[in-house]
Nanobody, 117 residues
C-alpha cells in the first residue's frame, strides 16, 4: 500500500525559505519517478516539480523555476522540495506522489505552506 507522509510546511513571510520532505513507503521508491504537486484554495492541483529515477533529471513549473529545487534520497525513500524566495502565490497544500500513482489518485495528506506578511 502506497504511503506518503509530507512534512515541513508552515507559515513564512515573503522571501523566506522552506524545505519540504516526503517519506515514502509501500512501493519501489528508487525506481519511481517522483513529483511534487500543490493545490491552492479554489484551484486545481498543479504539478510543481518532478525528478526521474535513475537519471535524476528534473523538471519544474515555470512559476517556480529558479526558486525551487527537487531532490531525492533513494537510500532513505525520501523526496525533498527546497523552496526559496517564497511568494504569497506559493500558498497551497503541497503533495508528493510517484508519477505512476497519479491516475490512481493515491495522494497523501499533504503539508500546508502559507506565505504571508
Amino acid at each position: 500500500q502506497v504511503q506518503l507522509v509530507e512534512s515541513g510546511g508552515g507559515l513564512v513571510q515573503p522571501g523566506e525559505s522552506l524545505r519540504l520532505s516526503c517519506r515514502a513507503s509501500g512501493f519501489f521508491f528508487r525506481s519511481s519517478d517522483m513529483s511534487w504537486y500543490r493545490q491552492a484554495p479554489g484551484k486545481e492541483r498543479e504539478l510543481v516539480a518532478s525528478i526521474a529515477s535513475l537519471s535524476g533529471r528534473r523538471n519544474y513549473a515555470a512559476s517556480v523555476k529558479g526558486r525551487f529545487t527537487i531532490s531525492r534520497d533513494d537510500a532513505d525513500n525520501t523526496l525533498y522540495l527546497q523552496m526559496t524566495s517564497l511568494k504569497p502565490e506559493d500558498t497551497a497544500v503541497y503533495y508528493c506522489i510517484p508519477d505512476w500513482a497519479v491516475e490512481f489518485d493515491q495522494w497523501g495528506q499533504g503539508t500546508q505552506v502559507t506565505v504571508s506578511s
